[in-house]
């Protein structure tokens, strides 16, 4: 496929609409591609939702975890294996046309333990595996232990790390809710155990922002362990949650990576 013509063209707006406890989608009549998108550590569906109004018609987005926005009545996830096993589930008569994975921060974690389980359950692999600021899976967690910290330290690391805007930190019924999953997730991902398994038979390509201080080119190249095809590293605007406020140019990116073969 090629990023030009109609299958360039941002698609314009596009609500998501919730298909399941697990999806929500911007259907597209002719989507030739559907893109699976799974948030970072605290984040929900609706990190995504300007999406599908920057990428081309031929693109749809799609994962909503349980305990954040409109599931926020049920437990964050505690076990890792129910989770990637839910989401597989979930996700399988979606991905019965060519998808890629894309998952931000620890998200891109979950894609890649998704996109092994798919494979090796149900035969179907995704296209790509594209990791938005995250490092490969075998390497150690970088930084600082945040599950345990007090609450006002951790919010001011996420905060400095650009995942919370200054407006909510005054919020307190917010901050009452977001703090519980934040914690719940940092936890499970910080305890996050990498078991070697083959590599994925497709290629992964990374997305870094170019002010992101957390994941340096290493992180990145390191992920050619883990696939059998090849690694591309792409630099878009903005630091390490660029996908919450994306550009039109740091879309035009993620497209190209989607739609050129």
């Not at 921060?105 to 995250?134: D, H, I, K």
Request: proline share 10%.
């Amino acid at each position: 496929m090629s990023v030009t013509g109609t299958h360039g063209t941002p698609a314009g707006p596009a609500a998501f609409s919730a298909e399941s406890r697990w999806i929500r989608r911007a259907a597209r009549p002719s989507a030739a591609l559907r893109l699976v998108c799974l948030p970072f550590a605290g984040g929900g569906a609706s990190v995504f939702a300007g999406l599908p109004g920057l990428l081309p018609e031929s693109v749809e987005v799609a994962v909503q975890p349980p305990g954040r926005e409109d599931r926020s009545r049920e437990d964050a996830p505690g076990d890792l294996g129910a989770l990637v096993r839910a989401c597989a589930v979930a996700l399988r008569p979606y991905c019965t046309v060519p998808y890629v994975l894309y998952g931000h921060c620890a998200g891109a974690l979950l894609a890649y333990e998704v996109a092994q389980t798919m494979g090796e359950r149900f035969g179907l692999w995704p296209r790509m595996l594209v990791a938005g600021a995250q490092p490969a899976p075998h390497l150690p967690p970088s930084g600082p232990v945040l599950h345990g910290l007090p609450d006002a330290e951790l919010l001011g690391v996420v905060r400095a790390r650009g995942g919370i805007p200054d407006a909510l930190l005054d919020n307190p019924a917010f901050l009452e809710f977001l703090l519980p999953v934040l914690r719940a997730d940092f936890r499970l991902w910080e305890r996050y155990e990498y078991h070697p398994r083959p590599p994925l038979p497709v290629p992964v390509t990374t997305l870094r922002g170019r002010d992101d201080q957390l994941v340096g080119p290493q992180d990145a190249q390191a992920w050619r362990e883990h696939t059998s095809v090849g690694v591309s590293d792409r630099f878009v605007d903005g630091g390490h949650y660029f996908i919450k406020d994306m550009s039109l140019d740091a879309a035009r990116t993620l497209a190209e990576v989607l739609l050129t073969d």
